[in-house]
């Protein structure tokens, strides 16, 4: 049995103390006969990786019960969380109660005394879960009204069914928010899809336990994206899916007529890889050594080289990477192709006649920031391809 450490419990009502301290002065004793306050948890708990929300229920100015529900890391430095969701019985200013943490069955059990000082709120006691038992001290507390408390929860989950056009989201980033009794259902399905998961989407947040359900991030050629909604749009469990924000960053994006560009009814991919190619070997004074697409996501990624001008007398090398993508402009039939195009990444290397000098790059890699196009070749490539730019201010194309 997994034994949960005193460090992930200690804190479990004192996080309440310090996030709410700062609305103290306007925390109110309720008004009406029945009321419902809270106590949130917002930073500080388990170094912010913990989610706590004490629910209390009031009778006039009395509080008749209370529930206690604790999300936290199932173990010290895990992306798996766990959760606990106890009934608190009030007896005079003593609160307990026992359960079991969902997700590794521990037993949980809750002892808290709460006594009310001024317009804030101090808990005391003992919180066990497994084997390990700790303390609890907690002072100036303030709460939440039901209002208060649910004007702070959020719930975008970023998902638009169909975007007017890709301005706001990107035609290769697809969400979908699926039931957590599903999710590996569908993760399977999507194993034989040609299509990337971000890592990062298959944690299971507290908002997910508490919800229900989870939304998983998938990148995907974007000439297929329409149809890959469609599909999982029927898989069980599947509650909504549609376009998110993604690579396109509009400062890095050209908009062009597809008319020259498209063989039938889709981009040319080599016309397009040769131009692209052209236009950033010249601007970079490098010279391109490959070019390949993505068949998962639609990605085009250039590699070029050049002489490294740090040490002359060495006669170094830089490799610089590209990263770019060509998608319609919106959903559906359209007469224009968007191009995207990454900050350069490059990397120096000894490629000299051996013996060789071996480099290590030990600093972050400045040009990979370079979000401001400082080697001009977003303007080049809208040169090229006779393309708009993205007016940021009016939100227009120009």
């Not at 194993?191 to 336990?209: M, R, T, W």
Request: contains cysteine.
């Amino acid at each position: 049995m997994r034994v949960i450490s005193a460090y992930l419990i200690g804190l479990t009502v004192a996080a309440a103390g310090s996030a709410m301290a700062q609305n103290k002065t306007n925390a109110k004793l309720p008004a009406s006969s029945n009321e419902t306050r809270y106590f949130t948890s917002i930073d500080g708990l388990m170094d912010g990786n913990a989610d706590v929300i004490l629910r209390e229920n009031y009778q006039g100015k009395t509080v008749t019960s209370a529930v206690l529900d604790v999300c936290y890391p199932a173990a010290k430095g895990s992306d798996r969380k766990d959760r606990f969701v106890v009934n608190l019985a009030v007896n005079g200013q003593t609160m307990t109660g026992t359960t079991q943490s969902i997700g590794d069955k521990l037993p949980v059990s809750v002892n808290l005394t709460r006594k009310q000082t001024g317009d804030t709120y101090e808990f005391k006691g003992q919180i066990r879960v497994g084997q390990t038992a700790t303390n609890v001290v907690s002072t100036d507390n303030a709460d939440l009204s039901e209002k208060e408390f649910r004007e702070n929860q959020t719930n975008d989950d970023g998902i638009v069914p169909a975007p007017q056009d890709f301005t706001q989201v990107s035609p290769e980033a697809i969400a979908v928010k699926v039931k957590l009794d599903n999710a590996a259902d569908l993760l399977k399905y999507l194993k034989g899809q040609n299509v990337g998961v971000a890592v990062n989407s298959l944690a299971v947040s507290c908002e997910s336990l508490r919800s229900g359900q989870m939304t998983l991030n998938l990148s995907i050629d974007p000439q297929r994206a329409a149809d890959l909604l469609a599909t999982v749009k029927t898989q069980p469990g599947v509650t909504g899916a549609g376009w998110t924000s993604g690579l396109f960053d509009m400062e890095r994006t050209v908009r062009f007529a597809a008319a020259d560009w498209q063989e039938g009814t889709k981009p040319n991919r080599d016309k397009l890889a040769a131009a692209i190619g052209a236009v950033a070997a010249k601007v970079l004074s490098a010279k391109l050594v490959s070019s390949a697409w993505s068949d998962d996501t639609g990605k085009l990624t250039l590699l070029l080289k050049r002489p490294s001008d740090m040490f002359p007398a060495l006669n170094l090398t830089e490799t610089v990477e590209l990263n770019a993508m060509v998608a319609p402009d919106q959903p559906g039939t359209s007469g224009h192709l968007m191009l995207w195009i990454s900050a350069p990444s490059i990397t120096t290397a000894d490629d000299s006649t051996p013996p060789r000098l071996n480099l290590i790059d030990s600093s972050s890699d400045d040009d990979e920031g370079d979000q401001n196009d400082e080697y001009g070749i977003v303007d080049a490539l809208a040169k090229e391809f006779k393309a708009q730019r993205w007016d940021l201010e009016n939100t227009v194309w120009k």
